[in-house]
């Protein structure tokens, strides 16, 4: 089962950042906090992953609290493409599985 | 890099016949696939998770001998939802890892249509 709760929707304007947040408070010291994305009838898009420290690449920055039971996922500047739904994961065990929550459905609004 | 093709994209079949869906890694060796379903405006539900080599492990609820999982090499991993039924209707979607720990990359989904 998903470790992971996350808001059903949420909405931002076009070139605003979009600000995502994820609770798993039930989070083990060894578990990595995934945030992937997925656009309609399509397979989820890896965006980024953390332990402990903040990360940044070319698409997101990732904010992990310093409890870790929370973390919240940075687009800077929201575009249309950006509308999909985002689902925050905590990986479960030695096995590598990755359960699925809810997600964040994010509309960018123009 | 880390490229997963999953293929066909869209498949129509009749009730009672089987499906064969196949999951390739193209630019790595996939140790480790794993195999979700989605329903309409539902997440993505872990069905099965299949090591190479070995027999794959199902989730609680799925059925083995219905969801037939091989995945015989390092770069490839086949579903076959036999004897299809309407409710089996569903978007497939595999994903594959080189190695524990590392992010998972997900094929582009089969959407299976039973009538």
């Known amino acids: 089962d998903a470790k992971t709760t996350q808001p059903p929707s949420m909405d931002c304007a076009e070139g605003r950042a979009a600000n995502l947040p994820c609770n798993h408070s039930t989070i083990s010291g060894n578990e990595y906090v995934y945030w992937y994305r997925q656009i309609h009838s399509q397979g989820p898009q890896y965006i980024i992953h953390g332990l402990k420290n903040n990360e940044t690449n070319e698409m997101a920055s990732l904010i992990i609290t310093e409890d870790r039971k929370s973390s919240t996922l940075i687009l800077p500047h929201a575009t249309l493409r950006d509308t999909a739904v985002y689902y925050c994961i905590v990986r479960v065990g030695a096995g590598n599985q990755f359960y699925f929550g809810t997600g964040t459905s994010l509309t960018v609004i123009p | 890099g880390a490229v997963v093709s999953q293929h066909p994209s869209r498949v129509i079949c009749k009730s009672g016949t089987s499906v064969k869906i196949e999951c390739r890694s193209l630019d790595f060796q996939a140790t480790t696939m794993f195999w979700y379903r989605q329903f309409p405006k539902q997440s993505l539900m872990l069905m099965a998770t299949s090591n190479e080599g070995s027999k794959a492990t199902y989730e609680q609820g799925v059925e083995k001998d219905k969801f037939l999982i091989n995945h015989a090499s390092l770069t490839l991993s086949t579903l076959t939802v036999t004897s299809a039924h309407p409710e089996d209707s569903s978007f497939y979607i595999c994903?594959?890892?080189?190695?524990?720990?590392?992010?998972?990359?997900f094929g582009n989904g089969t959407r299976l249509t039973v009538t």
């Open positions: 994903s594959a890892t080189d190695t524990i720990g590392s992010p998972l990359h």
